[in-house]
């Protein structure tokens, strides 16, 4: 090899490096400009538009008020710990209603109140629908405990969370 075939080849080289580190940074653009608007929708009040935090968001009545919700223009927020519900309920929700703004779901325990703040200091929520529950009655007799937990505890952490933030609307629903 000569030694313009080997300035050539060093050439080359740099050329693909500088495009290969220009296509990274312009993903890596893209993608942080797509998560903050999408994000800031859901952290800002918009006139007009009302935003729900739904617990229990994936498990049967809380998926059907889910998309009641979007029909009727809400901005949603699911939370869940997917302990009983169903993840398939959620996607076929956001397949309905991609657009930003409309639908997220967060994975999460109520029974875990520093996750339960930190979800309502990056949002901006206006109204809470709350389902998230364990609702069979031999279990409950079986591990009242864990009943108690779930449905008397976190239910207070999760309204404690709303006073500190300032959400007055709360709908629960209970057995
Ligand atoms: N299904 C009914 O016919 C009916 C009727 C009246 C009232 N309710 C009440 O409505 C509520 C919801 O009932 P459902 O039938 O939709 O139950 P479900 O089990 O289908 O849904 C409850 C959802 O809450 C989630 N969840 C449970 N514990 C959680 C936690 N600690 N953190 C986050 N997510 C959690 C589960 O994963 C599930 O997705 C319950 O309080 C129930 O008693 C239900």
């Given at each position: 090899?000569?030694?313009?075939?080997?300035?050539?080849?060093?050439?080359?080289t740099?050329?693909?490096?500088?495009?290969?580190?220009?296509?990274?940074?312009?993903?890596?653009?893209?993608?942080?400009?797509?998560?903050?608007?999408?994000?800031?929708?859901?952290?800002?009040?918009?006139?007009?538009?009302?935003?729900?935090?739904?617990?229990?968001?994936?498990?049967?009545?809380?998926?059907?008020?889910?998309?009641?919700?979007?029909?009727?223009?809400?901005?949603?927020?699911i939370?869940?710990?997917?302990?009983?519900?169903?993840?398939?309920?959620?996607?076929?929700?956001q397949?309905?209603?991609?657009?930003?703004?409309?639908?997220?779901?967060?994975?999460?325990?109520?029974g875990?109140?520093?996750a339960?703040?930190?979800?309502?200091?990056?949002?901006?929520?206006?109204?809470?629908?709350?389902?998230?529950?364990?609702?069979?009655?031999?279990?409950?007799?079986?591990?009242?405990?864990?009943?108690?937990?779930?449905?008397?505890?976190?239910?207070?952490?999760?309204?404690?969370?709303?006073?500190?933030?300032?959400?007055?609307?709360?709908?629960?629903?209970?057995?």
């Amino acid at each position: 090899m000569d030694f313009v075939d080997m300035k050539r080849r060093s050439n080359l080289t740099r050329k693909i490096l500088v495009a290969a580190a220009l296509t990274a940074l312009l993903v890596f653009m893209l993608k942080s400009s797509t998560t903050t608007s999408i994000s800031t929708k859901f952290a800002q009040h918009e006139p007009g538009v009302t935003h729900v935090l739904v617990t229990g968001g994936a498990g049967y009545i809380g998926s059907h008020a889910v998309l009641r919700l979007l029909k009727d223009s809400y901005r949603v927020t699911i939370v869940d710990n997917l302990s009983r519900g169903n993840m398939g309920a959620v996607k076929v929700l956001q397949e309905l209603y991609p657009e930003p703004g409309r639908l997220q779901f967060i994975y999460a325990d109520l029974g875990d109140a520093a996750a339960v703040n930190k979800i309502f200091s990056e949002n901006a929520f206006d109204a809470v629908m709350h389902f998230a529950a364990v609702a069979y009655v031999g279990e409950s007799t079986a591990e009242p405990l864990r009943y108690y937990h779930n449905i008397t505890s976190n239910t207070l952490l999760l309204v404690k969370a709303m006073a500190a933030h300032g959400v007055k609307t709360l709908i629960y629903s209970s057995t």
